[in-house]
């Protein structure tokens, strides 16, 4: 079946750091790759997705390559602020987005000043 | 930006007692809906997907008597968990499919503790 693996949190860094929020997939075919977030009292919210190997989702300068050698979909920041803590959740589609999503567990990151 | 509206926020109930939980599309037609749980330290998990006007369609290991999703109308959708018991628990949350745009959304969720 398909599963996420999502680094477990909580994440815990100085504003201005660089973050890296690992996720790593099992599929059957070819799944399209999500990042969403989650901001205190709001629903989740899309960050950027990628549908096909090597593609890169970009958004609010949070980015994640889609490496197919390596089922990965790994989220990177170069500096950190203190308004991107949230959760974040790694997930996957056999679709484009709106069909059944599998989640990984969620990683809370608290981002201190 | 389209949003989702989910409510309550959070609920507390006693073991044996119903609750219901509604997620609005307030200001887009939601032919589908999706309802997901998540138990502590483990994924969302989903465990229907709702149809307007049509039987929702449950995951496996979920109980469609226990869990009853009503989908009457392009905006609402509601889950009912009936005879609630404390492993019960959990946080729910749905989303929604635009009709227009195939966008998904999400409501803020809702924590119910049973007790």
């Known amino acids: 079946g398909n599963s996420v693996t999502q680094m477990e949190g909580p994440v815990t860094l100085s504003e201005e750091a660089f973050l890296t929020i690992n996720c790593t997939y099992t599929?059957?075919?070819?799944?399209?790759l999500f990042w969403y977030v989650q901001y205190p009292g709001e629903g989740l919210q899309l960050l950027l997705k990628?549908?096909?190997?090597?593609d890169k989702g970009s958004n609010k300068g949070f980015e994640a390559t889609y490496r197919k050698e390596t089922t990965s979909f790994h989220l990177e920041k170069g500096s950190v602020q203190v308004s991107d803590s949230a959760v974040y959740f790694c997930?996957?589609?056999?679709?484009?987005?709106?069909?059944?999503?599998?989640f990984g567990t969620g990683t809370r990151l608290t981002i201190i000043p | 930006g389209a949003v989702v509206s989910q409510h309550p926020s959070w609920v507390i109930c006693k073991s044996g007692t119903s609750v219901k939980i509604e997620c609005r599309s307030l200001?887009?037609?939601?032919?589908?809906m999706f309802w997901y749980r998540q138990f502590p330290k483990q994924s969302l998990m989903l465990m229907a997907t709702?149809?307007?006007?049509?039987?929702?369609?449950?995951e496996q290991g979920v109980e469609k008597d226990k869990f009853l999703i009503n989908h009457a109308s392009l905006t609402l959708s509601t889950l009912t968990v009936t005879s609630a018991h404390p492993e019960d628990s959990s946080f729910y949350i749905c989303?929604?499919?635009?009709?227009?745009?195939?966008?998904?959304?999400f409501g803020s969720g809702t924590q119910l503790s049973v007790l």
């Open positions: 990628a549908t096909k190997a090597d």
């Open positions: 200001d887009f037609q939601a032919t589908t």
């Open positions: 709702s149809n307007e006007g049509s039987k929702a369609t449950y």
């Open positions: 599929a059957t075919g070819y799944p399209s």
């Open positions: 997930a996957l589609s056999l679709g484009f987005g709106n069909e059944k999503l599998t």
């Open positions: 989303s929604a499919v635009d009709a227009t745009n195939e966008k998904l959304f």
